[in-house]
């Protein structure tokens, strides 16, 4: 069994914490990592995991409806619908040069070298 | 109100309980309780035990005040009671994340994903048992002979004659009684609600740990505490209810009946009771490993 997937809110974040949710669970729903039909966390759950307020993921989670990429139902939580917008492979590619290109960022202002950053990948595939 | 013999039974449930918990000890450490942090799993300890505790000065106290047996009666559901409590505050003692950053698994995590079945079903039983038992012996209760409400059971034998039987558990004892149980449900469901959406501890390197087993440890808790709050009750009022039927010699056979049946239903819920300790006492028991989220 794979873990979990895990969502991250940063406070010092200058990104509204709702819409740091929304991006991640966008993506989480794109790639399939969360699948068609999938429910997401109740809204009570999930604030008291990442101590926000229940308002502010209901934001995410109406603003994921809004979008068609989910749905609620009274009694039956917030799922995925059956067929959400699907991650292409060039989208795919295009994220993760993004996200390289990020990473590459935080670790040239960390002072490292090319060989530590490389190191520190593949450590981290490996965990 | 059966004395000794509520006496005994919560002596005996202690005994049991003890007994149960020793044995736990000695088995291994459990591999799913690897990762948690031992802060979270030490304070919830901390504050369940300080319920034990708490529950069995109360309950001993209880034992001996009260009016006609009402303090004995009630002594058992405050000990379940004390327990829900210290399971309730303990889960309240695990406080959400503060830090810049903070984590969340993507996951729905249900009451029922964490509840043992068998013995909440059972316990659930017990529970129907007891409500219908009360009503009917608060419908079928009468003032006794000094004017106290729901004190005695009586029947007319012929027109001129009427035997009766004391104590009975009418009004007077079931009023006071189903406010504690209930209060005991009431608690029992917040502590559930709070085992279920409390937030999952990080160990020190900032990763988030599944602490299933807690919360299996936790809900077995209240469930075995709802169980000692229901079962000594329910024995207590089935065996006064038996003799009062038993003891009335114009009796139709339906009473008679009633009672043997009664009777017959003590032996299982004393299993039940037992079972229920065991897992207050020892809520290690029978908790299955979990695959760890990080």
Redesign the interface.
């Given at each position: 069994?794979n873990?979990?997937?895990?969502?991250?809110?940063?406070?010092?974040d200058p990104t509204p914490p709702y819409e740091q949710l929304r991006r991640q669970l966008v993506d989480?729903i794109r790639s399939r990592v969360?699948g068609p039909g999938d429910?997401?966390?109740?809204l009570?759950?999930?604030a008291?995991?990442?101590?926000?307020a229940v308002g502010t993921v209901a934001r995410t989670y109406r603003e994921l409806e809004s979008a068609g990429l989910v749905h609620s139902k009274r009694g039956g939580?917030t799922r995925v619908v059956d067929d959400p917008p699907h991650l292409s492979t060039s989208e795919r590619q295009r994220l993760l040069h993004q996200q390289a290109a990020i990473y590459v960022r935080h670790a040239l202002l960390l002072g490292v070298d090319r060989q530590a950053a490389i190191e520190a990948i593949q450590q981290a595939l490996a965990e | 109100m059966g004395g000794p013999l509520v006496v005994a039974l919560l002596a005996g449930t202690g005994l049991i309980g003890v007994m149960i918990a020793l044995l736990a000890r000695m088995k291994p450490r459990s591999i799913s309780d690897v990762g948690v942090p031992d802060g979270v799993t030490r304070t919830t300890a901390v504050w369940r035990w300080g319920g034990v505790g708490a529950g069995v000065l109360v309950s001993g106290v209880a034992g001996g005040s009260g009016a006609l047996g009402r303090g004995l009666m009630l002594a058992a559901p405050l000990f379940g009671l004390c327990v829900l409590a210290g399971v309730l505050v303990g889960e309240f003692s695990v406080r959400?994340?503060?830090?810049?950053?903070?984590?969340?698994?993507?996951?729905?995590?249900q009451v029922r994903d964490y509840l043992p079945r068998q013995l909440s079903r059972a316990v659930i039983t017990a529970a129907c048992a007891l409500v219908a038992l009360l009503l009917a012996t608060t419908a079928a209760g009468s003032p006794d002979d000094l004017g106290r409400a729901g004190r005695g059971l009586f029947r007319r034998c012929s027109p001129t004659s009427t035997e009766g039987h004391g104590p009975w558990a009418g009004s007077f004892y079931s009023f006071p009684l189903g406010i504690v149980v209930l209060v005991g449900v009431v608690t029992a469901v917040l502590a559930l609600r709070q085992i279920?959406?409390?937030?999952?501890p990080e160990n020190p390197s900032g990763l988030?740990v599944s602490d299933d087993v807690l919360r299996r440890r936790a809900a077995n808790a209240v469930t075995g505490a709802c169980g000692v709050l229901v079962t000594i009750p329910l024995i207590g009022v089935s065996l006064v209810t038996a003799a009062g039927l038993l003891s009335i010699t114009c009796r139709p056979v339906s009473w008679t009946v009633t009672g043997w049946i009664l009777i017959a239903l003590i032996a299982p819920w004393l299993v039940l009771l037992g079972w229920s300790a065991a897992a207050i006492f020892s809520p290690r028991y029978r908790t299955r490993a979990v695959?760890?989220?990080?």
């Amino acid at each position: 069994m794979n873990p979990r997937p895990t969502l991250v809110v940063t406070a010092d974040d200058p990104t509204p914490p709702y819409e740091q949710l929304r991006r991640q669970l966008v993506d989480l729903i794109r790639s399939r990592v969360i699948g068609p039909g999938d429910r997401l966390p109740p809204l009570r759950q999930l604030a008291g995991d990442l101590g926000l307020a229940v308002g502010t993921v209901a934001r995410t989670y109406r603003e994921l409806e809004s979008a068609g990429l989910v749905h609620s139902k009274r009694g039956g939580g917030t799922r995925v619908v059956d067929d959400p917008p699907h991650l292409s492979t060039s989208e795919r590619q295009r994220l993760l040069h993004q996200q390289a290109a990020i990473y590459v960022r935080h670790a040239l202002l960390l002072g490292v070298d090319r060989q530590a950053a490389i190191e520190a990948i593949q450590q981290a595939l490996a965990e | 109100m059966g004395g000794p013999l509520v006496v005994a039974l919560l002596a005996g449930t202690g005994l049991i309980g003890v007994m149960i918990a020793l044995l736990a000890r000695m088995k291994p450490r459990s591999i799913s309780d690897v990762g948690v942090p031992d802060g979270v799993t030490r304070t919830t300890a901390v504050w369940r035990w300080g319920g034990v505790g708490a529950g069995v000065l109360v309950s001993g106290v209880a034992g001996g005040s009260g009016a006609l047996g009402r303090g004995l009666m009630l002594a058992a559901p405050l000990f379940g009671l004390c327990v829900l409590a210290g399971v309730l505050v303990g889960e309240f003692s695990v406080r959400p994340p503060r830090g810049q950053t903070r984590q969340a698994v993507v996951e729905v995590r249900q009451v029922r994903d964490y509840l043992p079945r068998q013995l909440s079903r059972a316990v659930i039983t017990a529970a129907c048992a007891l409500v219908a038992l009360l009503l009917a012996t608060t419908a079928a209760g009468s003032p006794d002979d000094l004017g106290r409400a729901g004190r005695g059971l009586f029947r007319r034998c012929s027109p001129t004659s009427t035997e009766g039987h004391g104590p009975w558990a009418g009004s007077f004892y079931s009023f006071p009684l189903g406010i504690v149980v209930l209060v005991g449900v009431v608690t029992a469901v917040l502590a559930l609600r709070q085992i279920v959406r409390r937030p999952r501890p990080e160990n020190p390197s900032g990763l988030i740990v599944s602490d299933d087993v807690l919360r299996r440890r936790a809900a077995n808790a209240v469930t075995g505490a709802c169980g000692v709050l229901v079962t000594i009750p329910l024995i207590g009022v089935s065996l006064v209810t038996a003799a009062g039927l038993l003891s009335i010699t114009c009796r139709p056979v339906s009473w008679t009946v009633t009672g043997w049946i009664l009777i017959a239903l003590i032996a299982p819920w004393l299993v039940l009771l037992g079972w229920s300790a065991a897992a207050i006492f020892s809520p290690r028991y029978r908790t299955r490993a979990v695959q760890g989220v990080s």
